[in-house]
């Protein structure tokens, strides 16, 4: 078994990140479940793709099988992934205020 080249790998994972983050702030979506429903079926296509891909020359699976579990457990990821990133998104538009002060006419008069 090959080693694992562990910066590639880190790499790797926040370039897919990074590319999930920019595809749901093009999307639009702002909804957690939708997030959800994206990343699972971005998910499947795209780990199919590369599965299949790598499938095809004879690197990494041995059967279907395994191949199948790798897509559905990665897909399932990914929605995960979508969703954390558009509920984080989220957070960060929120702004909370304390107080409820209003504006009256008269300079420095402020009423609570």
């Known amino acids: 078994m090959a080693s694992i080249n562990w910066m590639a790998n880190i790499l790797s994972s ?3 990140g990074f590319l999930f983050a ?3 702030s093009k999307t639009g ?3 957690v479940p939708s997030a959800f429903i994206f990343g699972l079926i ?3 296509l795209l780990e199919l ?3 299949l891909g790598f499938y095809s020359v004879g ?3 041995k059967n279907m099988t395994a191949l199948f579990a790798d897509v559905v457990l990665t897909a399932v990821i990914d929605a995960v992934i ?3 990133i558009v509920w984080l998104n989220g957070m960060g538009k ?3 205020f304390s107080s409820r002060r209003r504006h009256t006419r008269l300079q420095g008069d402020w009423s609570s």
């Open 14 to 16: 926040l370039v897919y």
């Open 82 to 84: 979508a969703a954390a």
């Open 59 to 61: 690197q990494g699976y």
């Open 42 to 44: 971005a998910g499947l």
């Open 22 to 24: 920019y595809i749901l």
């Open 29 to 31: 979506i702002s909804s």
């Open 49 to 51: 793709s590369i599965d």
């Open 94 to 96: 929120k702004v909370v």
